[in-house]
């Protein structure tokens, strides 16, 4: 982190490096995906980890994306990324527009009657969403831009992108502790 109070607080000063985490190919089988997920937090919580997100790798090791447990149940009903895209749909128009595709029947009818069959057969690529624009940031954007992006898009983490290749994740618990230290610091009497 930057000492000089005048310089602004960049991405780069929170990033974590890709490194830090455990990954996994995107050919692997959604039971692989489980099992690697089950790892990383129990890693996590035993103190091996700081991190338990788990990165997914193309076929020439580069970070093609993230997988958390979300993203691993929504691979056991990927028509809905066909149908819904989450991040524009307002939270009060989400319970109306699934209530009506169940009854309908157009999704998830029986969500666990298929579960062992998808989870022995189902890649991650088949299900893995890429990062999208507003799910990245800069390595020197300055933190507000990110901050712009956690608060509108409801994001855990933004990729942290350079010269068009992923580089690192800036964590939302990272930015919300600094914020925190901030105002302890700085907005306390």
């Known amino acids: 982190m930057s000492d000089n109070k005048s310089d602004p607080l960049t991405v780069k000063d929170l990033m974590v490096g890709l490194d830090e985490f455990p990954a996994i190919s995107r050919e692997a089988l959604f039971i692989e995906a489980f099992h690697a997920l089950e790892r990383a937090n129990e890693d996590f919580t035993t103190g091996k980890s700081k991190y338990r997100t ?20 929504q691979g056991l009903e990927p028509k809905y990324s066909n149908i819904i895209d989450p991040n524009r749909l307002k939270f009060k128009d989400t319970f109306y527009v699934i209530t009506s595709m169940k009854h309908q029947k157009v999704l998830w009818d029986r969500p666990f009657e298929n579960l062992c069959q998808t989870a022995q057969n189902a890649r991650i690529k088949d299900f893995l969403k890429m990062p999208t624009e507003g799910h990245q940031v800069k390595k020197e954007d300055n933190i507000d831009e990110a901050l712009h992006l956690f608060v509108v898009g409801r994001h855990d983490s933004l990729f942290v992108v350079e010269r068009g290749k992923l580089v690192g994740l800036l964590l939302f618990s990272d930015v919300y502790e600094h914020i925190s230290r901030k105002i302890k610091d700085t907005c306390e009497l």
């Open 54 to 73: 788990l990165l997914v790798k193309d076929d020439n090791d580069r970070i093609v994306g993230k997988l958390s447990p979300m993203d691993l149940i």
